[in-house]
């Protein structure tokens, strides 16, 4: 979902292990990820003596090496005073544990985040394996490709190997004082249950995470921990929460380039689920699973790590039509459950 109503300050990002100055003080890093979406974007802020970072980039051994060449080099010996994570997702939390540690540094989150993480670090592999299994087939989806879906092991702790000991709480428009400027945070959610982003009016920057993002919609699905949840809604509310900040807000996204132009983007993805819901509507004229209306959503096949977030996606679009009353579910003989339009 591509934008062009967007400017992009900066052409081109920070290679692996290098920093970009946005703005006096804030640093722009990114490191890479295993997956189609191949980068994160973290911020170093300069705070004092030290560094206060936002996010930490997935836990692996090759990211943790260019950690070590930054810690080295570029981050000149100064610590990191203190880690900020957006939301419970590997490639934001990742490394929060290690380099807590490392620094004696405190990890700050909303409560929700921190208590997800925690349930999902500590599960079986197993007791999450056939949960996730019997959700998707629920939804539609074979035996088999359910089974493909699944590695068996606990996939959350191999990307985040170590939580952090402890974390400090935070809340929506709290402020926070990071060097020379205060950060006011903007809890939203619907990517996640309790998603932190970090608004600066000084500087008028906001700090997204994955609340907003310039070239793809952020993932919006819904999974076997919460399956009757509607985050479609959730999100939905948190776009008109951003589109209460200033226009001129500059955007650093978690993933894609530094952007301007915060309330077009925020138009355009109201009118993108707006339009993949119409999709569906039609398409339930006849009983439909989330399997079934895949190819209504999306014009491509897909890998096992894709499938999993396009059927928590399209799950997530037919509940929000379930919560408006503009479907109605039911289990057919199968046991796998469809979804009618209500003709009014």
């Not at 809340?171 to 990517?191: D, F, K, P, Y």
């Not at 499938?307 to 929000?320: D, K, Q, S, T």
Request: proline share 6%; net charge negative.
């Amino acid at each position: 979902m591509m934008s062009d109503q967007l400017e992009y300050p900066f052409a081109v990002a920070p290679e692996p292990g290098e920093l970009l100055e946005v703005s006096p003080g804030i640093h722009w890093l990114r490191m890479p990820l295993p997956f189609m979406l191949d980068h994160i974007n973290l911020w170093l802020l300069e705070d004092g003596e030290g560094w206060t970072l936002v996010d930490t980039g997935i836990g692996s051994d090759s990211v943790k090496q260019i950690w070590e060449a930054l810690l080295a080099g570029p981050l000149q010996g100064r610590p990191i005073k203190r880690i900020i994570v957006t939301h419970f997702h590997p490639d934001h939390l990742g490394l929060a544990g290690w380099l807590s540690r490392r620094f004696d540094a405190p990890v700050l989150m909303t409560q929700l985040e921190f208590e997800l993480a925690t349930l999902l670090h500590g599960a079986s592999g197993d007791d999450r394996s056939q949960r996730q299994r019997d959700f998707f087939t629920e939804h539609g989806l074979t035996q088999q490709a359910a089974e493909q879906l699944d590695s068996g092991d606990n996939v959350y702790r191999t990307r985040v190997p170590e939580l952090p000991s402890r974390y400090q709480r935070v809340r929506h428009h709290e402020v926070l004082s990071i060097g020379e400027q205060r950060w006011q945070v903007v809890v939203g959610a619907g990517h996640s249950p309790e998603h932190l982003s970090l608004y600066c009016e000084a500087l008028d920057l906001l700090i997204a995470g994955d609340q907003m993002l310039p070239r793809i919609s952020p993932h919006i699905g819904v999974s076997f921990l919460n399956p009757q949840a509607d985050p479609l809604t959730d999100y939905l509310s948190s776009l008109e929460l951003l589109q209460t900040l200033p226009s001129s807000v500059r955007v650093l996204p978690a993933h894609g380039l530094v952007f301007d132009g915060l309330h077009q983007r925020v138009a355009e993805l109201q009118r993108h689920h707006q339009q993949r819901l119409s999709l569906l509507l039609a398409e339930c004229q006849q009983p439909q699973c989330g399997a079934d209306v895949l190819k209504v959503l999306f014009d491509r096949k897909f890998g096992p790590h894709e499938l999993f977030f396009a059927m928590g996606e399209a799950i997530a679009h037919l509940h929000h039509l379930l919560a408006n009353g503009l479907v109605q579910q039911q289990k057919d003989s199968q046991g796998v459950m469809r979804f009618l339009r209500v003709n009014s």
